[in-house]
């Protein structure tokens, strides 16, 4: 966050609403963050707190006749939500890749994996001979550890297994060596045992690519251990912007020290109960008013009526760079924020 | 892939054997005698015997069917010194109503049914695949609107009241065509062209209705799907997208069905060629129905059997071309 050279992404107010028959659902609600080269930042919230339609918006993926987007989105210096077809796709696979949540679904069931990969390769190296495209398909089913690649180059999808496939679908993305991978919730549909080798391949190919990583979870587990900064979204908002120590060590929002409590190992107390946050996430269309987490937090009627009214914005909280979007007094996040007994 | 064609044709075999025995009942069952049928109404019983011993219809209904399926093959004689006569392999019998080989009826009678079914089949596809991926790609817009509109008219309206509307409408009322009179396409192709145009127009219309909605609903599943996301994710065209990814998943529903209506046409358009008079296959059946001419109604039934057999073999294999996920290892 002290970094001082441009970021490589820069996302400013966005807000990206659809139009459904029940009223506007409101997935993003004005949402600014910057991401600098080579950091990992990882973005947690629970389902529906907008965390993937953020991330389809960053390559302008979500479906542009039922969903409206505002503000700016800034890769490279253009801005993707106004740049012409053509420029955004220059941009997509080649700047910004993607690695989807479920393997099973991603890849393309009537090509053989070989065809996949070649594909995203050659769209953004269209004078690539045969030669040069084969070799740099098998190159990087190697690098993403696909045993004999010159025999499984010829096989469909459906003949991997899960694990297999996502490796697959990440040498899709890496192919043309991106700057910013987003990761949406690439381990999720995964079993456990294939979980830590994912994420480890990830990691390594970081290393050697150099790109930064938008990693989206609900894993605190993996945020722990990958993650340099962390965006904690609900209802469509930041609620709170921190380095990962920070975040585990003194959270400053009332929702993270919820999640942070409702992790095993981690939040559970004396009798080895876990944390639960009451009551369940807000309709997207009717948000309450004030803070979108209000009715759910022990801590809102100790700052008057400012939560049931006032929107809090993010704000910085302490000295290690937090940001957190609460109408709770510093001293009073940071002081319970550090307790052992957040909630 | 091989052993998997086999195994199918054989299965394809054993079904045509199948539905022969059971359409070579209709002799048995029916309680009309087919050599009373031979001379008319006003037939001497000594020339009823004498064509039920030229036909073979004295023999029992085993050795009847025998005699059929072996004509198939080698061809079948009938009668005995002068008034022999054989109708060449492959022989599917004699018709007695029309003095004519079943083979020879069928053979002036299907080119005409091809004709219609592969014109209307053409049109057909276009139109059904074209208006559906318009409603896809305009989803709820009025286009969209205005193709499950025309989709669910066409496959509620049947083939014999828009023939019959068409053709009062263009012919009687408007003058716009003369009435269809259908000639060889080798001998005049432009009357040829001016007697099919109707009935290609009205079969291609109904039937592309329900094409319309298969592709439409194909293509908007397909775009859900997570591939096609990425797809766009790598960057590719919407060109690229829409034929290698969307496309792809939705023409395989639309092949298995298309093969099949195909074939089914291939057996008879009764409706549309009775309507505008076509001299094809279906109106043939059909009047020999009413004349109680059962070997041609053997004949035109067995053909018809054959395509749609045929057709099942033929979209199994499509399929396992189509999709990798089905095909026998």
New interface residues.
């Given amino acids: 966050m002290s970094n001082t050279a441009a970021p490589v992404l820069s996302v400013q107010n966005l807000r990206v609403s659809f139009d459904t028959q029940d009223g506007t659902v409101r997935a993003v609600d004005d949402i600014s963050f910057d991401v600098y080269a080579g950091e990992t930042i990882c973005i947690v919230g629970e389902s529906g707190s907008g965390k993937s339609v953020m991330a389809g918006s960053i ?1 302008r ?1 979500n479906n542009s ?1 039922t969903a409206t987007t505002e503000g700016k989105i800034l890769v490279n210096g253009i801005d993707v939500l106004t740049a012409s ?1 053509e420029e955004v ?6 700047e910004v ?2 690695i ?1 949540q ?1 393997p099973m ?7 053989t994996i070989g065809k996949q990969i070649a ?2 390769y050659v ?2 190296h269209p004078g690539a001979s045969k030669r040069e495209v084969h070799d740099v398909v098998l190159a990087m089913m190697i690098k993403v550890g696909i045993p004999s690649p010159e025999k499984r180059i010829d096989e ?1 999808p ?1 003949q991997f297994s899960g694990g297999m496939r996502q490796r697959i ?1 990440i040498a ?1 993305a890496l192919v043309n060596n991106p700057k910013i991978l987003i990761a949406d919730e690439p381990t999720t549909a995964l079993d456990v045992t294939v979980q830590a080798q994912i994420l480890d391949l990830m990691m390594s190919l970081q290393k050697e690519f150099g790109m930064t990583i938008i990693l989206i979870t609900h894993d605190l587990g993996v945020v722990a251990e990958v993650a340099q900064d962390v965006i904690v979204m609900y209802a469509g908002h930041i609620v709170e912007q921190s380095h990962v120590d920070a975040l585990f060590h003194s959270p400053t929002h009332p929702y993270s020290w919820g999640l942070l409590g409702s992790v095993a190992s981690y939040g559970a107390n004396k009798r080895g109960d876990l944390y639960t946050i009451s009551g369940s996430p807000p309709s997207l269309i009717s948000l309450p008013a004030g803070c979108a987490f209000h009715p759910r937090c022990v801590h809102s009627k100790g700052s008057g009526n400012a939560c049931m009214t006032v929107q809090p914005k993010l704000r910085d909280v302490g000295t290690d760079g937090s940001r957190s979007a609460c109408h709770l007094t510093d001293d009073v996040l940071i002081s319970i924020g550090r307790g052992s007994d957040r909630s | 892939m091989f052993l998997f064609v086999v195994r199918r044709l054989f299965f394809a075999v054993v079904l045509l054997l199948a539905v022969s025995v059971f359409t070579y009942l209709l002799f048995a069952l029916l309680p009309t005698d087919p050599a009373a049928l031979s001379c008319g109404i006003h037939c001497k019983p000594e020339t009823v015997l004498a064509n039920r011993i030229r036909l073979g219809y004295d023999k029992p209904i085993l050795e009847q069917y025998w005699h059929f399926l072996r004509g198939i093959f080698v061809g079948r004689d009938y009668g005995f010194g002068q008034t022999a006569f054989s109708c060449p392999a492959p022989s599917l019998g004699y018709s007695f109503n029309q003095h004519a080989c079943v083979t020879a009826l069928i053979g002036e009678t299907f080119p005409v049914t091809a004709f219609l079914a592969i014109g209307a089949f053409v049109l057909w596809m276009i139109i059904g695949i074209g208006v559906g991926a318009i409603a896809a790609l305009n989803k709820g817009k009025w286009q969209d609107r205005f193709a499950t509109g025309f989709a669910a008219v066409g496959v509620s309206l049947p083939t014999f009241y828009i023939g019959l509307l068409v053709l009062f409408s263009v012919v009687i009322w408007f003058q716009i065509l003369p009435f269809p009179s259908y000639e060889s396409p080798l001998d005049n192709f432009s009357a040829f062209i001016t007697a099919m145009i109707l009935p290609w127009l009205v079969l291609a219309v109904l039937s592309a209705a329900s094409y319309t909605r298969l592709t439409r609903n194909g293509m908007l599943e397909a775009m859900n799907e997570d591939f096609v996301r990425l797809g766009v994710a790598k960057g590719l065209r919407l060109r690229v997208i829409l034929s290698r990814y969307v496309m792809r998943q939705a023409l395989i529903p639309i092949v298995t069905i298309a093969g099949l209506d195909f074939a089914g046409l291939l057996g008879g358009a009764i409706i549309t060629e009775s309507v505008f008079s076509l001299p094809g296959m279906g109106r043939m059946s059909i009047r020999a129905v009413v004349d109680s001419d059962l070997p041609v109604l053997v004949g035109t039934t067995m053909v018809a059997a054959v395509f749609i057999v045929l057709a099942n073999v033929i979209v199994d294999i499509t399929y396992g071309f189509l999709d990798p996920r089905v095909r026998v290892s």
Avoid: K
Avoid at chain 1, 89 to 94: A, C, D, L, Q, Y
Avoid at chain 1, 105 to 111: D, E, G, Q, V, W
């Fill in positions: 390559m993926l006749s077809e796709r220059g941009i997509r696979g080649s890749a993607m989807f479920d679904s991603a890849l393309n069931p009537y090509f594909e995203a769209v953004h469909y459906h679908v899709i």
